[in-house]
Nanobody, 123 residues
Framework: VQLQASGGGSVQTGGSLRLSCAAS????????MEWYRQTPGRERSLVAS???????NYADSVKGRFTISRDNARNTMYLQMSGLKREDTAVYFCSAQTLGLNANEEFVAARSWGKGTQVTVSS
């Protein structure tokens, strides 16, 4: 299973962006999905998570400003970011616990990661 993140860009303080994370491949099931972010010299940190049943958690720093959602029919997760601050500048990564099928028709459980998408917030 592959994940593709998109939607990053450059915005001014207070602006909004919507990130998307689309899963593709021979998908059997997608369980928990998460957004992480990373700045140079720092470890990747969890921004928000959503379970397959829709339970949601946010990092304290983004509560009230970011909204995570998922469309299970489209195998896609979103992150609506509003009220962006300079400290939100980072590379954003999506991740998911996935179950797929390999070429031998065997089930493969994995933690999948997408390539990052850059979000830059300037004043």
């Amino acid at each position: 299973v592959q994940l593709q993140a998109s939607g990053g860009g450059s915005v001014q303080t207070g602006g909004s962006l919507r990130l998307s994370c689309a899963a593709s491949g021979r998908i059997v099931r997608i369980d928990d999905m998460e957004w992480y972010r990373q700045t140079p010299g720092r470890e990747r940190s969890l921004v928000a998570s959503i379970t397959s049943g829709g339970s949601i958690n946010y990092a304290d720093s983004v509560k009230g400003r970011f909204t995570i959602s998922r469309d299970n029919a489209r195998n896609t997760m979103y992150l609506q970011m509003s009220g962006l601050k300079r400290e939100d500048t980072a590379v954003y990564f999506c991740s998911a616990q996935t179950l797929g099928l390999n070429a031998n028709e065997e089930f493969v459980a994995a933690r999948s990661w997408g390539k990052g998408t850059q979000v830059t917030v300037s004043s």
